[in-house]
């Protein structure tokens, strides 16, 4: 690709993430891990399953007594000899469990009291097996769906661990949940101490995505715990893209044993500005876990995974779907409706080509023009990493930042004076043709697809609000113009510059084919000579 005419800064805080895609974990067993797997599993499977049943039977009864005449919301804690059966009978039995299950859990640093830090915060989360948390911590609250609790045997264990609850139904839930966490955590141990996983999904353990608020906001001191599992063989990570809980549960069970590192860190005590700004302490704490766990940090969230998901239903590779959504919606200004529509715009064009992106054929097949300077220029601003494609990432960004800010009123009555050759406020076939032909130098251009798509009501002529409605839901167009008009000055002064070293005769000689050669129409209305400065103002730079 061609060097950029005009090169823009790009700020450090948009550059593509460490972590390309910390949502997929594609394990793949040798032939002598399989071979292992099952002569193990032959013999330890079916005796795991055995044990896993008989703890869990013996658990059951211990949480129905414990759980009995207790409010079902469980409104209010637990208190006396039932916290006690709960922080002995079922810590043993948990240490049993997981025992018998294979894992070997080896504990470092302190784990603080329910007075110096009423909260944990876990990560990172990469698996169902991180509940062995509760069991080292003794057994603190952790946020569950309400359906769970309807569960047979389970819903009676998971009411006995006191949890906090959150419904799909409920259009307050999230703000429930805080209130919830909030009243437990400034509750003076009354309550169990909190366990949160603050990614809020599972990963790969290759970084730390955003933590969420929920665990921050009360303002309380929070207790770091890092989560490792140094096995040679991975069967605990569970991802959006990889093996099964199913899957993952029978290769667990089938190892010898499965080695587990939890480490807890001193207590944070958020300073009065952490405490102020949720968002400020989540990061502060996340910096502190990431450089003891020596990863980088990523702005994924959630939200990733179902652009994730929704890619993958567009027939895109999911991992197109990845943006950053926590950086791009706060540096953009952007929510999800947005974000999601344009992944649909996206996926129309880019689904012409392969690997899910976009490349300069299917970009100029998308506008409906030809390849021409312009075209390339606004494609070079488009691909940020200059590997001659642009990705979805850049596609948000570069609409975003480049075609929105150009597509300005202004702009677009400009763009249609241009068209409106003969000033009778529309534009023909004709006169749309004419002046693209011109400026783009391709004398036998078909524009009746694309004038067909701005004629809404197949009159044969656009009027303004036509115009002004197709320019709105296509920005791409506006900063196509407003590049095109950057080239046509810039041309301009660079002939301005030559002229001052070339004698009269050859000036003479040189504006007489000039004017032979090119439409006086497209050159006298795209760069007039009085209105220099007024098209300057139409170019968006803007730094990105």
Known sequence: MAPRLFPLPRQQSLYPPSVRNPFVHEGRLSAQDKARTVLLGIILLPFRAICIALILLLTWPIAAIVTFCHPERGSVPLMGWKRKVIQCAFQCLGRALFFLMGFQIKVKGKVAGPLEAPIFVAAPHSSFFDGIISVVAGFPSSVSRVENLSTPVFGTIIRSFQPILV???????????????????????????????????CTNRSCLITFKQGA????????PVLL????????VTWTW?????KQLCVMTFCQLFTRIEIEFLPV????????KDPSLFANRVRNIMATALNLPVTDHTFEDCRLMISAGQLTLPMEAGLVEFTKISKKLNLKWDPIRDQLNTFAAIANASKGGRIGMEEFAKHLKLPVSDALKELFLLFDRNGDGTIDFREYVIGVSVLCNPANTEETIQMAFKLFDIDDDGSITEEEFACILRSSLGVPDLDVSQ????IDTNNSGTV??????DFAFKHPEYAKLFTTYLDLQRCQLQTSDEEGDYQTPGDTFSQSKTSVSEKTPIARNKVCPDGNEEDLSSTSDKKDD
């Open 167 to 201: 419904s799909r139904l409920d259009p307050d839930s999230r703000r429930n949940t805080i209130n919830e966490i909030t009243k437990r955590a400034t509750s003076g141990g009354q309550w169990p101490q909190v366990l949160i996983f603050p990614e809020g999904t």
């Open 216 to 223: 921050f906001i009360p303002g309380v001191p929070v207790q």
């Open 228 to 235: 490792r599992y140094p096995n040679k063989l991975d069967t």
């Open 241 to 245: 893209q990889g093996y099964s809980f």
């Open 268 to 275: 944070h005590v958020p300073t009065e500005e952490e405490k």
């Open 450 to 453: 694309l004038f067909k798509e």
């Open 463 to 468: 009027t303004y609000n036509e115009f002004k």
